[in-house]
Protein backbone atom coordinates (compact mmCIF):
# COMPACT_ATOMS: atom_id res chain seq x y z
CA UNK A 1 0.00 0.00 0.00
CA UNK A 2 1.26 3.50 -1.10
CA UNK A 3 1.75 6.16 2.14
CA UNK A 4 3.74 8.10 4.18
CA UNK A 5 5.45 6.39 7.32
CA UNK A 6 6.71 8.22 10.29
CA UNK A 7 9.19 6.98 12.68
CA UNK A 8 9.15 6.48 15.85
CA UNK A 9 5.88 7.24 17.19
CA UNK A 10 7.67 7.94 19.94
CA UNK A 11 10.80 9.83 20.55
CA UNK A 12 12.28 10.74 24.17
CA UNK A 13 15.16 13.60 23.95
CA UNK A 14 17.42 14.76 26.48
CA UNK A 15 18.71 18.56 27.28
CA UNK A 16 21.53 19.54 24.78
CA UNK A 17 20.76 15.92 22.42
CA UNK A 18 20.04 16.21 18.85
CA UNK A 19 17.20 14.05 17.45
CA UNK A 20 16.23 12.47 13.97
CA UNK A 21 12.15 12.06 12.84
CA UNK A 22 12.51 9.70 9.87
CA UNK A 23 9.58 10.42 7.16
CA UNK A 24 9.49 8.43 4.25
CA UNK A 25 6.65 8.15 1.38
CA UNK A 26 6.16 5.59 -1.80
CA UNK A 27 3.48 7.79 -3.21
CA UNK A 28 5.77 9.19 -5.77
CA UNK A 29 5.10 12.58 -4.31
CA UNK A 30 7.19 15.87 -5.37
CA UNK A 31 6.45 18.03 -2.41
CA UNK A 32 6.83 17.29 1.63
CA UNK A 33 6.33 19.01 4.46
CA UNK A 34 7.09 18.82 8.27
CA UNK A 35 4.57 20.68 11.18
CA UNK A 36 4.60 21.20 14.70
CA UNK A 37 1.47 20.79 16.56
CA UNK A 38 0.85 21.75 19.98
CA UNK A 39 -2.53 21.80 22.23
CA UNK A 40 -5.14 24.24 20.85
CA UNK A 41 -3.06 25.63 18.19
CA UNK A 42 -3.24 25.07 14.89
CA UNK A 43 -0.48 23.05 12.66
CA UNK A 44 2.59 25.17 11.88
CA UNK A 45 4.93 24.74 9.15
CA UNK A 46 8.60 24.13 10.23
CA UNK A 47 10.12 23.31 6.37
CA UNK A 48 9.05 22.09 3.36
CA UNK A 49 10.40 20.99 -0.37
CA UNK A 50 9.06 21.10 -3.21
CA UNK A 51 11.96 18.61 -5.15
CA UNK A 52 14.98 16.59 -4.13
CA UNK A 53 17.51 18.54 -2.76
CA UNK A 54 15.94 21.88 -2.31
CA UNK A 55 14.30 22.83 0.90
CA UNK A 56 12.71 26.10 2.37
CA UNK A 57 12.22 27.16 6.06
CA UNK A 58 8.19 27.82 6.99
CA UNK A 59 7.01 29.98 9.43
CA UNK A 60 9.27 28.07 12.98
CA UNK A 61 12.46 26.36 11.54
CA UNK A 62 14.67 27.27 14.24
CA UNK A 63 16.31 25.11 15.71
CA UNK A 64 15.52 21.76 12.92
CA UNK A 65 17.16 21.48 9.98
CA UNK A 66 15.82 18.86 7.38
CA UNK A 67 17.59 17.42 4.18
CA UNK A 68 15.93 16.35 0.93
CA UNK A 69 18.51 13.80 -0.72
CA UNK A 70 16.14 11.48 -2.31
CA UNK A 71 12.58 12.23 -3.18
CA UNK A 72 11.12 9.03 -0.90
CA UNK A 73 12.77 10.60 2.49
CA UNK A 74 12.47 13.53 3.96
CA UNK A 75 14.05 13.90 7.85
CA UNK A 76 13.41 16.44 10.23
CA UNK A 77 16.56 17.03 13.06
CA UNK A 78 15.66 18.66 16.05
CA UNK A 79 18.81 20.24 17.49
CA UNK A 80 19.90 21.60 20.95
CA UNK A 81 18.76 25.09 19.86
CA UNK A 82 15.11 24.21 19.82
CA UNK A 83 14.43 25.35 23.49
CA UNK A 84 10.77 23.76 23.29
CA UNK A 85 10.93 21.06 21.32
CA UNK A 86 8.05 18.85 23.08
CA UNK A 87 5.23 18.45 20.36
CA UNK A 88 3.50 16.14 18.11
CA UNK A 89 5.38 16.28 14.74
CA UNK A 90 3.56 15.58 11.30
CA UNK A 91 5.26 14.58 8.19
CA UNK A 92 2.74 15.39 5.25
CA UNK A 93 3.38 14.71 1.39
CA UNK A 94 1.58 16.05 -2.17
CA UNK A 95 1.75 15.58 -5.96
CA UNK A 96 3.13 18.87 -7.51
CA UNK A 97 0.08 20.25 -8.68
CA UNK A 98 -0.85 23.23 -6.14
CA UNK A 99 -4.46 22.18 -5.43
CA UNK A 100 -3.82 18.51 -4.22
CA UNK A 101 -4.56 17.74 -0.70
CA UNK A 102 -1.67 16.93 1.38
CA UNK A 103 -1.58 13.38 2.73
CA UNK A 104 -0.25 12.98 6.37
CA UNK A 105 1.76 9.78 8.31
CA UNK A 106 0.66 8.77 11.81
CA UNK A 107 3.22 11.61 13.41
CA UNK A 108 5.97 11.38 16.06
CA UNK A 109 5.61 12.18 19.13
CA UNK A 110 8.47 13.75 21.09
CA UNK A 111 8.84 14.52 24.63
CA UNK A 112 11.82 15.90 26.63
CA UNK A 113 13.35 13.69 29.74
CA UNK B 1 -1.55 38.80 9.81
CA UNK B 2 -3.53 35.98 8.53
CA UNK B 3 -5.94 34.08 10.73
CA UNK B 4 -8.48 30.65 10.67
CA UNK B 5 -11.25 30.94 13.19
CA UNK B 6 -12.66 27.88 14.23
CA UNK B 7 -14.89 27.01 17.44
CA UNK B 8 -12.66 24.75 20.15
CA UNK B 9 -15.22 22.52 21.28
CA UNK B 10 -18.48 21.41 19.75
CA UNK B 11 -21.04 18.33 21.15
CA UNK B 12 -23.21 16.49 19.58
CA UNK B 13 -25.92 13.75 19.48
CA UNK B 14 -25.74 10.55 17.83
CA UNK B 15 -27.91 10.47 14.92
CA UNK B 16 -28.10 14.53 14.45
CA UNK B 17 -26.56 16.96 12.36
CA UNK B 18 -23.73 19.38 13.20
CA UNK B 19 -22.36 22.74 11.44
CA UNK B 20 -18.75 23.84 12.04
CA UNK B 21 -17.76 27.09 10.77
CA UNK B 22 -14.56 28.63 9.84
CA UNK B 23 -14.28 32.05 9.18
CA UNK B 24 -10.60 33.10 7.57
CA UNK B 25 -8.91 36.45 6.84
CA UNK B 26 -5.81 35.69 4.46
CA UNK B 27 -3.55 37.18 1.86
CA UNK B 28 -5.38 35.94 -0.86
CA UNK B 29 -7.09 32.91 -1.79
CA UNK B 30 -6.69 29.92 -3.63
CA UNK B 31 -9.06 27.29 -1.72
CA UNK B 32 -10.11 25.66 1.60
CA UNK B 33 -9.69 22.36 3.00
CA UNK B 34 -11.14 20.51 5.34
CA UNK B 35 -9.26 17.37 7.43
CA UNK B 36 -10.31 14.94 9.87
CA UNK B 37 -8.10 14.20 12.96
CA UNK B 38 -8.49 11.26 15.53
CA UNK B 39 -6.60 11.99 18.89
CA UNK B 40 -2.85 11.23 18.52
CA UNK B 41 -3.35 10.82 14.77
CA UNK B 42 -2.52 11.82 10.86
CA UNK B 43 -5.37 14.24 9.29
CA UNK B 44 -7.39 12.80 6.76
CA UNK B 45 -8.38 14.80 3.64
CA UNK B 46 -12.49 15.71 3.62
CA UNK B 47 -13.13 18.11 1.39
CA UNK B 48 -11.62 21.05 -0.71
CA UNK B 49 -13.80 24.23 -1.81
CA UNK B 50 -12.85 26.79 -4.42
CA UNK B 51 -15.55 28.01 -5.96
CA UNK B 52 -18.59 29.45 -3.81
CA UNK B 53 -21.18 26.89 -3.05
CA UNK B 54 -22.12 23.14 -1.24
CA UNK B 55 -20.14 20.40 -1.94
CA UNK B 56 -21.41 17.14 -0.63
CA UNK B 57 -19.82 13.99 -0.09
CA UNK B 58 -21.87 11.72 1.76
CA UNK B 59 -22.74 12.09 5.15
CA UNK B 60 -20.42 15.28 4.54
CA UNK B 61 -20.72 18.36 2.98
CA UNK B 62 -18.76 21.64 2.82
CA UNK B 63 -20.33 25.22 1.77
CA UNK B 64 -17.80 27.87 1.00
CA UNK B 65 -18.50 32.00 0.57
CA UNK B 66 -15.51 33.75 -0.36
CA UNK B 67 -17.06 37.51 -0.40
CA UNK B 68 -17.63 36.71 3.79
CA UNK B 69 -14.63 34.96 4.29
CA UNK B 70 -16.70 31.39 6.00
CA UNK B 71 -16.51 27.93 5.23
CA UNK B 72 -18.77 25.35 6.54
CA UNK B 73 -18.19 21.58 7.55
CA UNK B 74 -21.89 20.56 7.68
CA UNK B 75 -22.10 16.27 9.03
CA UNK B 76 -25.56 14.26 9.09
CA UNK B 77 -26.52 11.55 10.59
CA UNK B 78 -23.58 11.73 12.79
CA UNK B 79 -22.26 8.33 14.44
CA UNK B 80 -19.91 8.06 17.42
CA UNK B 81 -16.82 7.32 14.93
CA UNK B 82 -17.35 10.92 14.03
CA UNK B 83 -15.97 12.12 17.45
CA UNK B 84 -12.70 13.79 16.56
CA UNK B 85 -10.86 17.18 15.09
CA UNK B 86 -12.12 18.86 12.33
CA UNK B 87 -9.26 21.29 10.98
CA UNK B 88 -9.83 24.18 8.21
CA UNK B 89 -6.67 25.00 6.14
CA UNK B 90 -7.02 27.79 3.68
CA UNK B 91 -4.56 28.35 0.92
CA UNK B 92 -3.81 31.67 0.03
CA UNK B 93 -2.12 33.59 -2.79
CA UNK B 94 1.45 32.41 -1.92
CA UNK B 95 0.19 28.72 -2.16
CA UNK B 96 0.59 28.64 1.64
CA UNK B 97 -1.38 26.41 4.08
CA UNK B 98 -2.47 28.08 7.06
CA UNK B 99 -4.20 26.30 9.71
CA UNK B 100 -6.90 26.85 11.87
CA UNK B 101 -6.44 25.28 15.48
CA UNK B 102 -9.46 22.73 15.03
CA UNK B 103 -13.07 22.10 16.23
CA UNK B 104 -13.27 19.15 18.59
CA UNK B 105 -16.36 17.54 18.10
CA UNK B 106 -17.70 15.55 20.98
CA UNK B 107 -20.68 12.82 19.87
CA UNK B 108 -23.15 11.61 22.81
CA UNK B 109 -25.48 8.37 22.73
Known amino acids: DGGITQSPKYLFRKEGQNVTLSCEQN?????MYWYRQDPGQGLRLIYY???????QKGDIAEGYSVSREKKESFPLTVTSAQKNPTAFYLC????????????FGDGTRLSIL | GQNIDQPTEMTATEGAIVQINCTYQ??????LFWYQQHAGEAPTFLSY??LDGLEEKGRFSSFLSRSKGYSYLLLKELQMKDSASYLC??????????WGAGTKLIIKP
Open chain 1, 92 to 103: ASKPGREIQPQH
Open chain 1, 27 to 31: LNHDA
Open chain 1, 49 to 55: SQIVNDF
Open chain 2, 26 to 31: TSGFNG
Open chain 2, 49 to 50: NV
Open chain 2, 89 to 98: AVKNSNYQLI
